[in-house]
């Protein structure tokens, strides 16, 4: 099943968004992970546009869907989704990093704007997630938990010690968006740590698990529908994409990982990413 | 500082009254499963240890064994809470602590929630299974953390009452719990209260400032000093995060003179946290009897105890160096 045009759209904005978000903000800070947030930008876009039950009406309902962002450090693209879906003011987020900023460098856990848990530490998520989605079944709750993680954050243990307990819990309202992009902080995964086929080591933890594109919105839509129709296993959907895609110089670049553009390179990224003119100007000042 | 609670007897007539704190949270455990549908509880394949078991038993659908995977169980827990549970989450000390240290501080501590995690197998009287077993440096890897609030209880009647304790106090919590049979200090009708010590005998030539097993050892060493003419108060330390720093000050003043007890090393641990408040209310000389920098080793817990000078002798022994010292 695919999207309608319009709502294909709406999500593309989305995700435009939080890639002009993400080099403004990074730009800013003069600091922080551009390349990752990026790249996750239109599986994060799908993820909250379409699934997520998260708004300003929903944010104190004890049931609602909760979301954890293992790969804590991609914060940029994560606030810009969470300001986009009015869950604070939009001029917020040039504070990033800021001191005072309630924009932490990894997120903190706020439950007044929506950040519903604490990471940075990578390897931590997956556990918390399921705590969430266990304490959510014994309250007889349909709330669906959504973990976002990472190729390099597979590298962890404590990563494998809660896929086999998400899997012996049958924890089926817990989905995981691993970001596969291949790069690591200290080169590509091949050259570092390759952790090979993540699709196949989920399915043989006893998940429901499945290899995406991650920059098809159709086909992420078509995976997070399946996650949802799953009942008695916990789903993986591993989401392929590149790191810093739609800003040509990002892409694929492990350089990327963790530095901020300076003046240059973030008029250039915003203008691959379709800002020109006084808009351009009028972010560069 | 609670004044002068009612002590049990040491002994019966012949034989020492013995109980274990782990046993006293299995069934503080119970209460607190029948008395609020918010607790749960996890286990990390220790559960007939640990004391956990007839929880779950009784609560199946509250109770998470995560098998042999502590830094999960930690996560977990946090995660339980972070939707409003109170969970309580055990393992031997060495493990709940050790490996899950880097999650009790990021998933737990940063965000303040409601994990209680109750350690057991704590110490040098976990005996026999020697020094990987014998978690020496807990209380000194709980109490650094912002926002950890670390209790040692004394004997069984006070494990069980901090044990319900925790699940009131707001926020994460570590209580220390051991598995060897130790002396019953107090009288059913002490109360704990969190974040007081209780002066459990008077005296004005120095205070014992002692936690968990060592106070038991503290009583007797201050009975032994009596019969020489010396007079200790003996303080039961057993919240050592947050402090009762007015109790040490008090101590200080009046006594003159502080000996730290601690199955545990001194460096960061209770003789530390004493020094601490020492220091910065009212400067008095000290002495510290703990684990000196070294793990321990296989043995009977009592056998271990008198080996590094944790018995009543032991501190006696250290009492009197510290009176020279005060008297220099």
């Not at chain 1, 790969?71 to 001191?99: D, V, W």
């Not at chain 1, 995406?212 to 992420?220: E, L, S």
């Not at chain 2, 070294?294 to 944790?310: K, N, P, R, V």
Request: charged share 20%.
């Amino acid at each position: 099943m695919t999207l309608s045009q319009e709502d294909r759209a709406a999500v593309e904005s989305a995700a435009r968004q939080i890639r002009i978000d993400t080099v403004r903000m990074v730009h800013a800070a003069a600091c922080g992970h551009p390349g990752g947030p990026i790249g996750m930008a239109d599986f994060m876009a799908t993820l909250f546009l379409r699934h997520m039950n998260l708004s300003p009406e929903t944010l104190h309902q004890p049931d609602r869907d909760r979301f954890v962002l293992g790969n804590g450090h991609t914060c940029a693209g994560y606030y810009s989704i969470l300001s986009q879906k009015g869950l604070f003011p939009r001029e917020e987020l040039l504070t990033f990093r800021k001191m005072g900023s309630r924009l932490q460098g990894h997120p903190h856990r706020t439950p007044d704007m929506g950040i519903d848990f604490s990471t940075g530490s990578l390897g931590n998520s997956l556990s918390v997630s399921l705590g969430m989605a266990l304490a959510a079944k014994s309250n007889g709750w349909d709330t669906r938990v959504y973990s976002a993680s990472s190729d390099g954050e597979s590298q962890e243990g404590q990563i494998w010690e809660a896929a086999t307990a998400a899997a012996h819990y049958g924890a089926s309202n817990l989905t995981v968006l691993v970001d596969f992009n291949n790069v690591q902080i200290d080169g590509h995964m091949r050259d570092v740590m390759d952790v090979r086929d993540l699709r196949a080591k989920y399915e043989a933890f006893g998940w429901h698990a499945l290899d995406v594109d991650g920059h098809d919105i159709d086909a992420i839509d078509a995976a997070l529908v399946a996650a949802r129709e799953e009942t008695t296993r916990p789903s993986a959907l591993i989401c392929h994409t590149l790191i810093g895609k739609g800003v040509s110089f990002m892409e694929d670049q492990p350089g990327w990982h963790g530095v901020a553009p300076g003046d240059e390179d973030a008029r250039k990224a915003l203008a691959e990413l379709g800002i020109e003119g006084a808009e351009l100007e009028a972010m560069m000042a | 500082m609670i004044a002068t609670p009612e002590l049990a007897p040491l002994f019966d007539g012949v034989e020492a009254r013995k109980a274990a704190t782990r046993n006293a949270y299995g069934e503080a455990l119970l209460e607190l499963g029948a008395s609020n549908p918010d607790v749960v509880v996890l286990d990390a394949d220790l559960s007939g240890s640990t004391k956990t078991k007839a929880f779950g038993k009784a609560h199946p659908d509250r109770f998470f064994n995560m098998g042999v995977a502590e830094a999960n169980m930690i996560g977990v827990a946090a995660g339980l809470a972070s939707q409003g549970k109170v969970a309580f989450a055990s393992s031997f000390a060495m493990f709940a602590t050790g490996k899950a240290f880097e999650q009790i501080r990021q998933s737990v501590c940063v965000p303040e929630l409601n994990v209680k995690i109750c350690a057991t197998h704590a110490g040098l009287t976990v005996g026999e299974d020697g020094k990987s077993h014998q978690m020496l440096e807990d209380v000194t890897i709980m109490r650094v953390i912002p926002g950890m609030q670390v209790i040692v209880p004394a004997d069984a009647v006070e494990a069980r009452q901090a044990v319900l304790a925790a699940a009131e106090i707001p926020g994460p919590v570590y209580v220390r719990l051991s598995r060897a049979s130790t002396p019953i200090v107090f009288s059913e009708d002490y109360r704990f209260e969190f974040g007081k010590a209780a002066m459990l005998r008077d005296g004005g030539d120095l205070a014992i400032v002692a936690m968990g097993v060592t106070v038991a050892a503290a009583i007797e060493a201050a009975d032994m000093l009596s019969g020489m003419g010396i007079e200790a108060r003996v303080l039961n330390m057993s919240t050592i995060s947050p402090m009762d720093s007015d109790a040490i000050e008090s101590a200080a003043r009046d006594c003159g003179a502080i000996l730290t007890a601690e199955e545990h090393q001194e460096n960061g641990g209770l003789g530390d946290a004493v020094a601490q408040a020492v220091v910065r209310t009212h400067p008095v000389p000290m002495e510290m009897c703990g684990m000196n920098g070294s793990f321990g080793q296989s043995g009977t817990g009592d056998e271990l105890l008198a080996h590094y000078g944790l018995d009543a002798a032991g501190l006696v022994a250290r009492a009197q160096q510290l009176l020279k010292r005060k008297q220099a």
